[in-house]
């Protein structure tokens, strides 16, 4: 290698980009050049030091917050149009003879078949672009997402009471399963009631339990299979969910308190239902 | 399942066709649900990139009010085609948004300098008197090198933050500058002598 092919690479080199021969050519020519060697070395030193002197510009706090709320009025603004605001227009119109043809058609298993072809529709769509590693990290955005939006949206309960007694029956009624219901305000988790919510493409048991100001949300669905698995722990974006299960039901608890306190909240959970 | 959605809404709906407009509950609840998940997966994988959008931005425009508009900017188009994002380098997928978007406004304010326009004469009017020994040691200087840095070219100073301050391969300056990978060392290496030169004409002028 001459001096004029090591000047060319030697920024590479410097970066460390080359391949392992290349280098070893370099670093061959170096040990013989003394003029390159100098001027790699003062290249080098001041391209580094440069490097770390030059200003970083850190969002400005605020931005962030300015962003969010831009997406947020992208998200109101301009839904997204889909197969579902269309077919919503088609029956509209094709009402009157949909309606003659579909007589004595019990409409209820109508929209619960629509219903299941469009929430098919819809995980397909969004499954493959989210990319989630596994079917726990789309759920736990889910969970994530219902557990911001029940703060959020004013929303937080269907029925508020204290009284596992009310809120327990409400459920039963609401839904296709009987989820248990307890309070624990002895144990520093007092709840504030029940509400309906909609995950994993089925209706849920949200129960909502207050630590110290933060909520926790209780979600309740009846297991899949008899196996009780492992309970489980995800942190993102500052919430903790704790999953745990038993022979009936899969549990899900969604807060921002710290993991120590949703694990004794589990624990406390646990003994105080009627499997355990 | 649905079906008892359906009732929790019953009770609510006194319209003209209940069935209708239960329908429609049900299916807003879904929409709305599927927009969620979608904003609070783009968020979770572009807002740790913030910092490195804001920088870069920063870099181009060189002015910190253009710049924030123009993360915003970014974001936002960043939202809308989130689903030509399959995974892998969010941060890479992300800047080269915020480049596009940023050259945008560039070009469009004349401001372009894509090469070295101005007079170098003035500008560099008696670097060469100053050695490498003196430079190194005003190399620690981070308003002067900010000074000669702003006055390097667009596709200098986007090479410079991406390889200095984000660390970036090779591979992804490629990627976000939109250059062949083989380019990027000797632009690179352009860059920084021409930053170099800069930073020698103005310490010699201090002098």
Redesign the interface.
């Known amino acids: 290698m001459n001096c004029e092919e090591a000047t060319?690479?030697?920024?590479?080199y410097l970066?460390g980009?080359l391949d392992p021969i290349t280098n070893q050519t370099i670093e061959q020519h170096l040990r013989e050049c003394q003029k390159c060697d100098e001027a790699y070395k003062?290249?080098s030193?001041?391209?580094r030091?440069?490097?770390?002197?030059?200003?970083?510009?850190?969002?400005?706090s605020g931005?962030?917050e300015?962003?969010?709320s831009?997406?947020?009025d992208?998200?109101t603004e301009r839904?997204?149009r889909?197969v579902?605001?269309d077919s919503?227009v088609l029956?509209?119109r094709g009402?009157p003879e949909l309606r003659t043809i579909l007589s004595g058609t019990p409409?209820?298993?109508l929209?619960?078949a629509?219903?299941?072809v469009?929430?098919a529709i819809?995980a397909v769509?969004?499954v493959p672009?989210?990319?989630r590693p596994g079917a726990d990290q789309f759920l736990a955005?889910?969970l994530?997402?219902s557990h911001?939006?029940s703060l959020m949206a004013n929303h937080l309960t269907d029925v508020a009471s204290s009284d596992q007694h009310t809120v327990k029956p409400w459920l039963d009624a609401?839904?296709?399963f009987a989820p248990p219901v307890v309070d624990l305000a002895s144990e520093g988790f007092p709840l504030i009631g029940g509400r309906?919510d909609?995950l994993d493409?089925?209706?849920v048991a949200a129960l909502v339990y207050e630590r110290r100001k933060h909520f926790i949300n209780l979600f309740i669905w009846p297991a899949a299979s008899d196996a009780a698995s492992a309970s489980k722990t995800i942190t993102?974006?500052g919430y903790q969910l704790l999953h745990w299960a038993d022979s009936d039901f899969n549990y899900w608890a969604v807060s921002d308190v710290n993991l120590s306190d949703l694990q004794t909240f589990k624990q406390q959970f646990e003994t105080r239902t009627p499997h355990h | 399942m649905a079906l008892l959605l359906n009732e929790e809404h019953a009770h609510e709906t006194e319209d003209s066709d209940p069935k209708i407009v239960k329908f429609t509950v049900v299916k807003k609840r879904e929409e709305d649900h599927a927009r969620q998940v979608k904003s609070t997966s783009f968020e979770e994988a572009m807002l740790p990139h913030l910092d490195a959008a804001h920088n870069l931005a920063r870099w181009l425009l060189r002015n910190e009010q253009d710049a924030q508009d123009m993360v915003q900017e970014a974001y936002l188009r960043a939202f809308k085609s989130f689903a030509g994002f399959h995974g892998g380098n969010g941060r890479a997928w992300l800047l080269t948004i915020v480049r596009n978007t940023s050259y945008t406004l560039l070009k469009k304010n004349r401001a372009v300098d894509f090469t070295t326009s101005f007079d170098e004469e003035i500008h560099l009017a008696g670097h060469e008197s100053v050695s490498p020994a003196t430079i190194l040691e005003h190399s620690e200087d981070a308003d002067l090198i900010k000074e000669a840095m702003d006055e390097l070219p667009a596709e200098f100073r986007e090479i410079l933050a991406l390889r200095h301050q984000e660390g970036l391969s090779y591979k992804e300056i490629a990627e976000i500058a939109q250059i062949p990978p083989g380019t990027v060392m000797s632009r690179l290496a352009r860059a920084r002598a021409k930053l170099k030169e800069y930073l020698a004409a103005r310490i010699g002028r201090e002098k």
């Open positions: 060319k690479l030697m920024d590479g970066d980009e003062t290249h030193a001041l391209i030091s440069i490097g770390n002197a030059t200003p970083y510009y850190k969002a400005p931005l962030r300015r962003i969010q831009s997406l947020r992208e998200i839904p997204t889909n579902v605001r919503q029956f509209r009402q409409w209820n298993w929209a619960l629509a219903s299941i469009l929430v819809i769509n969004l672009r989210l990319r955005t889910q994530i997402a911001a939006r609401k839904l296709d309906l909609y493409n089925r209706p993102r974006q």
